[in-house]
């Protein structure tokens, strides 16, 4: 998407992918816990930021990657999910975001 439209590509990632200095966010999985890094001036003050996410179950990865993007002083202007899994919580968990989802998928 960001080769598509020609804007900056800023990743969240698991610990050991990014190099730099680097924000830092815990956060629950269904089976544990784990950290989310985001490089430090990868988003910059007063930039808009759109994160999207491919498959979110209860929203938490994408909830703590906003949390990054604020802590660098970004602007979160969106959260988008290619399939949301319903009925586990994660609309409802990131609703004080504008969330896009391309498809729902239900129990």
């Known amino acids: 998407m960001a080769a598509r439209t020609a804007t900056p590509l800023v990743l969240a990632r698991k610990p050991g992918k990014l190099p730099g200095s680097l924000h830092t966010a815990p956060y629950a999985l269904e089976y544990g816990n784990d950290r ?7 988003a910059l003050p007063g930039e808009r930021v759109l994160y999207v996410d491919e498959v979110p179950a ?3 990865t994408l909830d703590d990657a906003a949390q990054l993007v604020a802590e660098s002083a970004a602007h979160v202007a969106g ?8 009925g586990l919580g994660g609309a409802e968990r990131l609703s004080v975001h504008r969330l896009l989802t391309l498809c729902e998928v239900g129990p």
């Open 79 to 86: 959260l988008a999910v290619v399939v949301e899994l319903s």
């Open 58 to 60: 209860t929203g938490g």
């Open 36 to 42: 989310l890094k985001l490089q430090k001036g990868a």
